[in-house]
């Protein structure tokens, strides 16, 4: 048994397509179809149901693809500690961010990482699902670590490092009824037009919820994955937002006023898998996150 035939099968089955596990791994199709088909082989069994439409793990497949996943692992480990014995800290990581994180200066602490640590490689992506999105993705381990902006009930399976919480502000027109007061409740805005994140990110969550509480579900018009293109929006009149108190671009016809009475925070976790031990190179990178009070 190979570890590219565990690879392959580990791709099938998070992918339930040849095609997509072939596009993931940067192998032909034919390749990765072998590679299953010898696995099936020499392990005795069927590991997926195959159709013209669709492919599916069997029973066999279901139970097999956790003990795969760890057998990989614990090979990656074993790897990785020879190589730190003889050359220092190596490795691969794979983190998952927001498109705007305000306060949190990733790229600064990567590049401090980056120069103790030259032999580990850094592989950043940014979510278009949000903190829901990647908080999914480090419990399929398809991420080491990411940074989400969910609290920590959201985050089953996972281990949670915070590094920020920030209030929500409103921010409205100058020339909005509102915007006259020194701090407007969310009741204020009932009826309102919203411009706000889509679905899944961890900001929209919070005030969906927030809204529903109340009883008056709201209606968001614009969705921008950006939070620094909010503003732009609203001093266009397209709308009102309630965002989490982060640096953005300012707009002259645009005023930002306190959320009151609503006790609402964003909280800013770095979350890693709750079911397997972090790296070495995970760890150190951790071990910085949490040294740094302004990351």
Known sequence: METRQLEYFVAVAEELSFTRAAQRMFAVQSTVSAAVRALETELGTRLFDRSTRRVALSAAGAAFLPEAKSAIEALERARATVQEASEGLRGSLRIGTLTSIGGVNLPELLGAFHRRHPRVDIHVTVSITGSTGLAEEVRQGRLDVAIVGLPESDLAGLAVLRVDTRPF??????????????????????????????????????????????????????????????????????????????????????????????????????VTSGAKPPSRALRTLLDLMAGVTDI
């Open 169 to 270: 502000v409103v921010l409205l027109p100058a020339d909005h009824p509102l915007a006259a007061r020194r701090a407007v409740r969310l009741a204020d805005l009932a009826g309102e037009s919203f411009i706000d994140t889509p679905r899944g990110f961890g900001n929209r969550v919070a005030m969906d919820r927030a809204f529903d509480a109340l009883g008056a579900p709201r209606r968001v018009t614009v969705e921008v994955a950006d939070l620094r293109t909010v503003a732009g929006y609203i001093a266009a009149g397209l709308g009102v937002a309630v965002v989490p108190d982060t640096p953005v671009p300012g707009e002259p016809d645009v005023v930002v006023r306190p959320l009151a009475g609503a006790g609402l925070d964003w909280p800013l976790n770095v």
